[in-house]
């Protein structure tokens, strides 16, 4: 079992930066890969990100590729989204996850982990 706590969402404005921050608890942190995924209000939840787990290769969204950037510290047991030139459409609930699989990491349902999310509402 691992547990994982987003946090460090809020409001911004059109073409500012957010990091947000995902923390796990529980089995070792290195032994997951990790993804970010967001959900809008009124739609499905998508894939942003996600980062190997020794953080060597990553993956991301055609929507967000050169404007965001995934990266780990597991001896912090945390998984990082910088998030920069951030538009209006980026709103939405962010969630990080892991999996202990190494294929079909941009598919939700790969994920055994979830945590409760953290909202970002981009300002036009």
């Known amino acids: 079992q691992v547990q994982l706590a987003e946090s460090g969402g809020g409001l911004v404005q059109a073409g500012g930066s957010l990091r947000i921050s995902c923390v796990a608890s529980?089995?070792?942190?290195?032994?997951?890969?990790m993804g970010w995924f967001h959900q809008a209000p009124g739609k499905d939840r998508e894939f942003v990100a996600h980062i190997s787990r020794n953080g060597g290769i990553t993956y991301y969204a055609d929507s967000v590729k050169g404007r965001f950037t995934i990266s780990r510290d597991n001896a912090k047991s945390t998984v990082y989204l910088q998030m920069n030139r951030l538009k209006p459409e980026d709103t939405a609930v962010y969630y990080c996850?892991?999996?202990?699989?190494?294929?079909?990491?941009?598919?939700?349902?790969?994920?055994?982990?979830w945590g409760q999310g953290t909202q970002v509402t981009v300002s036009s």
């Open positions: 529980g089995r070792t942190f290195s032994s997951y890969a």
């Open positions: 996850a892991a999996t202990t699989s190494m294929v079909r990491l941009t598919a939700s349902g790969t994920y055994d982990y």
